[in-house]
């Protein structure tokens, strides 16, 4: 390699740039108790840490280079197709998968230098190996974490969000074999104390 084909400065600038435009993507969930919204940025770091932290204790077969690109491109796609709550609208929830195709679509279009990123992306949407799908339930468990770390109880009655919703939500984790035993343990940390949204008597 020469240094002719170093990108250039105006390249990683605007790789830059893209990931200011990704961080003005927020989320639904606060960040812990900062206050403030979860943004994507945060939640991809959060993602790739947490994973690197479980990988050596309960993954170890597992490519941890391949890890770190799933969890750092898995929402890259939101910066043309938008963050999806998991309760939103069905209208909203039923286009979500079009609109981060048509995303990847776009990507790959403004990044034809930066394939590795966009290959990521799309093998994350589309659970392509075991790396992606461990990656994909280990994110499921980090939005309920924060909400019990930040606003508790404010959170899920502002969105009437009930114990049986995530309980029925939350059987995505199960998807990774590997990362399945959270499943439970989430729903007890859930229970106790419980802040969820009370369920309508029947």
Not at 17 to 33: G, K, M, T
Not at 126 to 143: G, N
Not at 157 to 171: A, C, F, G, S
Request: hydrophobic letters at 40%.
């Amino acid at each position: 390699m020469t240094k002719a084909d170093y990108p250039s400065l105006e390249r990683i600038a605007q790789l830059q740039q893209f990931i200011a435009d990704f961080s003005r993507i927020d989320r639904v969930p606060q960040l812990a108790n900062t206050g403030r919204a979860e943004n994507d940025v945060d939640h991809s770091y959060g993602l790739a840490l947490t994973c690197w932290f479980l990988q050596p204790k309960i993954a170890p077969h597992l490519d941890l280079a391949k890890i770190f690109q799933y969890a750092l491109a898995h929402d890259t796609v939101e910066v043309h197709a938008g963050d999806t709550f998991v309760f939103a609208h069905k209208d909203e929830l039923a286009s979500k998968s079009e609109r981060e195709d048509n995303a990847i679509k776009q990507l790959q279009t403004e990044w034809p230098d930066f394939t590795a990123m966009t290959t990521a992306a799309k093998g994350y949407k589309d659970k392509i190996d075991e790396e992606a799908t461990f990656v994909y339930a280990v994110d499921k468990i980090l939005p309920v974490l924060m909400v019990n770390l930040g606003e508790k109880a404010d959170f899920w009655h502002r969105h009437k969000i009930t114990l049986q919703m995530e309980i029925d939500n939350k059987v995505t984790i199960k998807k990774s074999a590997i990362v399945a035993p959270y499943y439970q343990k989430l729903i007890d940390w859930l229970k106790e104390p419980d802040y969820m949204y009370p369920e309508s008597p029947s």
